[in-house]
């Protein structure tokens, strides 16, 4: 399985963002995606994560209400729609994807990784 990300860069606080994730390399029927971040000095952190097939989602409460994550089947893509963006959101955006049909916010579930996206936001 090969993950590639796009679509991060640098906002405003108060602006919008949508990451993407290409996935390819097997059929994606049975698995769950996730977007993780990782900001300097701090540990890699959940955001959000979608069943693939079923397009149950659960987020991180400090990004409840502002980011949403979708998938798209036809395209073997996933995405994360980032609204209302603040400086502590600044961070190197991660997807990942597990084979194991659940929903997870634990990174040891997942088995494949994207190379990440930077995510900056200043005024």
């Known amino acids: 399985v090969h993950l590639v990300e796009s679509g991060g860069g640098l906002v405003q606080p108060g602006g919008s963002l949508r990451l993407s994730c290409a996935a390819s390399g097997r059929t994606f029927s049975s698995y769950s995606m996730g977007w993780f971040r990782q900001a300097p000095g701090k540990e890699r952190e959940f955001v959000a994560s979608?069943?693939?097939?079923?397009?149950?989602?659960d987020y991180a409460d400090s990004v409840k209400g502002r980011f949403a994550v979708s998938s798209d089947n036809s395209k073997n893509t996933f995405y994360l729609q980032m609204n209302s963006l603040k400086p502590e959101d600044t961070a190197v955006y991660y997807c990942?994807?597990?084979?194991?049909?659940?929903?997870?916010?634990?990174?040891?579930?997942?088995?494949?990784w994207g190379q990440g996206t930077q995510v900056t936001v200043s005024s």
């Open positions: 979608i069943g693939w097939v079923a397009g149950n989602t």
């Open positions: 990942a994807a597990t084979s194991k049909g659940i929903v997870t916010r634990y990174p040891v579930w997942y088995d494949w």
